[in-house]
């Protein structure tokens, strides 16, 4: 009779996997399957580690319920979020830099029209954003979805607050003819991401801490370019060098221009002053 030993099971498993039809899913069943073989021998894990280990993803699983997604949290605290993002934009260069979508996007945010305020009503310093989205040409962009979002001066996101009424500090805009969005807000903190599930627990039992640095998400597609998910990191904030997703790239942090009480540009009058800032995005061409 066949039986399998310590060593000959790698072997017997990825002979079965081998017969998967599709090539790339065969490559990656195949490559799964040594990797995770290579850990529980390299570690000698235990069968109390695994079991341990298979509570942990359960948890995990049961977590993901209406806006809280566990599943992309520790993916990100892992760093692999920003592995595969990294690997996927191995080729390009000149296009504005990448990072993690996080758990926070909504795929319905709503529409706004260009000088919309999405923090209306809402505490914190003013934040006047103006982004120009253009190719790697430099050529304006007309008519690119934008979508922004982030968190309240209590860092928090719209869809954490259980009975919320409809979405805040987010909304999807439209580049005008000049390739240009503006929108107000306000000046988001720092924030923990949401830590009181197995994620934290793992954050808590390796000593890691569970804070970003302040920021402001953007999404943005154009006809012909390849889609940018991206933020801009507010500078000389807390957590940059030790964000706990590993998100930051220097490209990405920007300064916010101060402006004392008068009126913006766009005619609002702002008796405590406001903040500026202006970026440019870049996307590659398909
Ligand atoms: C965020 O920035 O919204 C985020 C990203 C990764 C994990 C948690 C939050
Ligand atoms: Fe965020």
């Not at 540009?265 to 970026?279: A, E, F, I, M, Y």
Request: with cysteine.
């Amino acid at each position: 009779m066949k039986y399998e030993t310590e060593s000959s099971l790698t072997a017997a498993v990825t002979a079965q996997f081998a017969k998967t039809p599709d090539p790339r899913l065969r490559e990656i069943l195949l490559a799964l399957t040594s990797h995770l073989h290579a850990f529980a021998r390299e570690t000698a894990l235990t069968i109390e580690e695994w079991s341990q280990g298979i509570e942990f993803i359960t948890r995990t699983g049961h977590m993901c319920q209406g806006g809280r997604q566990e599943f992309i949290l520790l993916s990100d605290v892992l760093g692999l979020s920003m592995l595969v993002d990294a690997i996927e934009h191995r080729t390009q260069s000149s296009a504005t830099d990448s990072t993690v979508l996080g758990p926070f996007f909504v795929d319905d945010a709503p529409t706004r029209l260009n000088g919309a305020d999405i923090g209306a009503g809402l505490a914190g310093d003013l934040l006047l954003v103006t982004a120009a989205v253009t190719g790697t040409d430099g050529q304006p962009l007309a008519d690119a979805d934008v979508v922004v979002w982030q968190c309240d001066e209590h860092g928090r996101y719209d869809i954490q607050y259980p009975g919320r009424d409809g979405y805040f500090l987010r909304g999807r805009f439209r580049t005008d003819a000049r390739g240009l969005v503006q929108f107000w807000s306000i000046v988001p903190p720092a924030y923990p991401i949401p830590d009181d599930g197995p994620v934290g627990d793992l954050l808590t039992a390796s000593g890691r801490h569970p804070w970003r640095p302040a920021h402001v998400h953007f999404h943005i597609a154009a006809a012909g370019h390849r889609s940018l998910v991206t933020h801009l990191f507010v500078a000389g904030e807390d957590y940059l060098d030790s964000d706990v997703v590993f998100g930051v790239k220097p490209s990405l942090i920007v300064d916010l221009v101060p402006h004392g009480p008068g009126t913006a540009p766009d005619g609002r009058v702002c008796p405590n002053g406001w903040k500026s800032l202006d970026h440019p995005f870049q996307l590659a061409a398909l």
